[in-house]
Nanobody
Framework: QLQLVESGGGLAQPGGSLTLSCAAS??????????LGWYRQAPGSQRELVAT???????KYGDSVKGRFTISGDDAKNTIYLQMNSLKPEDAAVYYC??????????WGQGTQVTVSS
């Protein structure tokens, strides 16, 4: 089992920045044994991909965040990050951390709220 705990959400002004963290614990040797990702869900909307980093080393970003958000990881800390710059009101959502490595090994965090408002 793997547990994921997000932190770092809060209120940011348009144009501002936030860094989200996702700490992994439990049965884990390396975070890079998993496909990692950040997703978000705004009220009334479906959960959407924000950024992913696969075990093969490829990175993918949602079209709406390309050039503004960056996913990264610190294996020594078992932590995944999402650096969010140039925030827009439409970035407001609950952000979820995700890790997976095949059937039966699909994990989600509890989510952290991001609000973007002046």
């Amino acid at each position: 089992q793997l547990q994921l705990v997000e932190s770092g959400g809060g209120l940011a002004q348009p144009g501002g920045s936030l860094t989200l963290s996702c700490a992994a614990s439990g049965y884990i040797y390396s975070i890079y044994d998993y496909d990692l990702g950040w997703y978000r869900q705004a009220p009334g909307s479906q959960r959407e991909l924000v950024a992913t980093f696969t075990r093969s080393g490829s990175t993918k970003y949602g079209d709406s965040v390309k050039g503004r958000f960056t996913i990264s990881g610190d294996d020594a800390k078992n932590t995944i990050y999402l650096q969010m710059n140039s925030l827009k009101p439409e970035d407001a959502a609950v952000y979820y951390c995700h890790a997976a490595r095949g059937p039966g090994h699909n994990y989600w965090g509890q989510g952290t709220q991001v609000t973007v408002s002046s």
